[in-house]
C-alpha cells in the first residue's frame, strides 16, 4: 500500500473480502439479483466489503442477517447494511456473553440501507474521506462504485483489483499450512478411491466417493476429472471404465476457503509400456520445472525447462504449466510463455510474466492426451524457498497408480 500510494483498500469479492477479514459468507458467490426480484440482472445481491488502512483498524461490512457469521472473525469493527425482518424477543431474551452485543444491535435495529455508505461512514470515521483509497473495482458493481465516489468527493478513488491479485500471490507461513493440509486431505481421498476402482466403476460413483472422503478431512470436493481414451476430459458420467487402460486423473478439494489441486496418471489393470514411458516423461518434465524454481526467475522459464523436457522425449503436443494456489483455484502467478502482457490498475503495473518470490505456492502440471488411446498425467505443488523450491506435501508421482491397488502409508 505504501509502495502504491494508497492509504486504505477497499475490497469487495468474496475472496478478497476473506483475504482481508477471515469473514466467509457460502451465499455470498451464488445469490444473484433474478434470484431474489424476478427479472433482475445477474449481479451478486450480497454486497459485503472489507475495508483495510494503511494504519488503524479494519471494518467490516455485511448484512444484519449474516451478523452471526461474524462474531469469531478477526475484525473487530463489524457493521450492518441492509434489510431484515427480525421479529422482536416476546419475553426477557438470553443469549451468551459474547453474543449480547449483536443481540442489542439487531433489535435497536435501524440500520443504513446502503452499505456503500457504511463503508464510506467507516473511511470517513478513520480520517480518510480526502485520502487515497484502493477499491477492488472489478469486483463492484457500477452503481455502487459510482455512489462511493459520490459519498466522498474528496477521495481519490484508484482501482486496486490487480494490487490484490499480486499481494495474494505471496502466502505467509500459516496460509502456506492452510494449503497443505487442503492437499493432504484430497492426496489420501484420491489413493483411497483409487483403492476402490473395479472395472465396473463410473465417474459419477468414483466422484462421489471421492467428495463423501474430502469431507471427512473437513473440505469440500472441488474437482474430479479424468480423460477416458485421451478424449479431453469429464467430471460425470454413468459409462463403466472397464478396460480403459492409462487415464489422465487430476483432483482437488476447498479446506476453509484455501484449494487443492493435484493429479497423476490412474491405470486401469498394470500400464502398458508406452503408457510407463509417457509417464515418465511426464513426472520428468515436472522435475525439470521444479529444477527451475527459485526466487527471481520468470515463470515461462519454469514453463519452457517443463515443454524441453517433454520436447526432449519426442512430446510436442502437450501444455504444461503452472499456477499459484490460494484462495481461488489459480492464484497469480501463471506460469505459461512470456506473450508481453501488462498486469495493471491504478496501484500497480508490471509485466505479466512475473518473477518467483520466495512463500509462493505453485502447482506444476503436464499432460499428453493420445486421442483414442490413452492420456497421462503429473501435477504437484512445491513452495518458493530462498534458494529452490520444496513439495508443499508428499504426493508421490514416481509411477502410476493402479485401479484396485490399496495406498502405501508413509
Known amino acids: 500500500m505504501a509502495e502504491a500510494g494508497i492509504d486504505a483498500v477497499v475490497a469487495a469479492s468474496p475472496a478478497n473480502v476473506r483475504y482481508l477479514t477471515g469473514y466467509w459468507c457460502w451465499l455470498a458467490p451464488l445469490f444473484r439479483e433474478f434470484m431474489v426480484r424476478p427479472g433482475?440482472?445477474?449481479?451478486?445481491?450480497l454486497e459485503n466489503f472489507a475495508l483495510l488502512p494503511r494504519e488503524g483498524d479494519s471494518c467490516l461490512v455485511i448484512e444484519p442477517y449474516w451478523g452471526l457469521n461474524a462474531v469469531d472473525c478477526v475484525v473487530d469493527d463489524v457493521r450492518l447494511a441492509g434489510s431484515a425482518e427480525l421479529a422482536p424477543a416476546d419475553g426477557?431474551?438470553?443469549?451468551?456473553?459474547?453474543l449480547q452485543p449483536l443481540?442489542?444491535?439487531?433489535?435497536?435495529?435501524?440500520?443504513p440501507a446502503d452499505p456503500v455508505d457504511v463503508v464510506a461512514a467507516a473511511l470517513r470515521d478513520r480520517g480518510l474521506d480526502a485520502s487515497r483509497i484502493g477499491v477492488e473495482v472489478e469486483a463492484m458493481q457500477p452503481s455502487s462504485l459510482e455512489r462511493l465516489r459520490a459519498a466522498l468527493p474528496g477521495a481519490a478513488l484508484l482501482d486496486c483489483t490487480n494490487l490484490l491479485r499480486l499481494v495474494r500471490a505471496v502466502k505467509t507461513a500459516s496460509e502456506t499450512e492452510l494449503l497443505a493440509r487442503a492437499a493432504q486431505v484430497a492426496e489420501e481421498a484420491a489413493s483411497d478411491v483409487v483403492a476402490s476402482i473395479s472395472p465396473e466403476s463410473t465417474?459419477?460413483?468414483?466422484?462421489?466417493?471421492?467428495?463423501?472422503?474430502?469431507?471427512?478431512?473437513?473440505a469440500d470436493l472441488d474437482h474430479f476429472s479424468l480423460s477416458i481414451d485421451g478424449l479431453g476430459f469429464t467430471t460425470t458420467g454413468s459409462r463403466p471404465l472397464g478396460a480403459a487402460g492409462s487415464l489422465y486423473f487430476d483432483?482437488?478439494?476447498?479446506r476453509r476457503g484455501w484449494f487443492s489441486d493435484s493429479g497423476t496418471t490412474l491405470s486401469i489393470g498394470e500400464p502398458d509400456p508406452l503408457a510407463l514411458e509417457q509417464h515418465a516423461a511426464v513426472r520428468d518434465a515436472i522435475a525439470a520445472g521444479a529444477a527451475a524454481i527459485r526466487p527471481g526467475v520468470r515463470g515461462s522459464r519454469v514453463q519452457d525447462e517443463m515443454r524441453r523436457a517433454l520436447a526432449d522425449r519426442g512430446i510436442t503436443r502437450s501444455f504444461p504449466h503452472g499456477h499459484g494456489l490460494g484462495l481461488e483455484v489459480r492464484d497469480y502467478p501463471i506460469l505459461v510463455p512470456d506473450a508481453g502482457n501488462v498486469i495493471s490498475d491504478d496501484c500497480v503495473e508490471l509485466g505479466a510474466d512475473l518473477a518467483l518470490e520466495e512463500n509462493m505456492v505453485l502447482n506444476l502440471e503436464a499432460p499428453v492426451l493420445t486421442l483414442g488411446v490413452r492420456s497421462v498425467h503429473c501435477e504437484q505443488t512445491f513452495v518458493v524457498t530462498a534458494d529452490g523450491c520444496r513439495p508443499l506435501v508428499e504426493q508421490d508421482r514416481e509411477a502410476p497408480l493402479v485401479a484396485g491397488r490399496p495406498r502405501v502409508e508413509a
Do not use: I, K
Request: proline share 2%.
Open 40 to 45: 433482475g440482472s445477474g449481479a451478486l445481491v
Open 92 to 98: 426477557p431474551a438470553s443469549v451468551d456473553a459474547d
Open 103 to 111: 443481540l442489542e444491535e439487531l433489535s435497536a435495529g435501524g440500520w
Open 203 to 218: 465417474v459419477d460413483e468414483l466422484t462421489d466417493r471421492f467428495r463423501t472422503l474430502v469431507a471427512g478431512g473437513g
Open 251 to 254: 483432483f482437488g478439494c476447498v
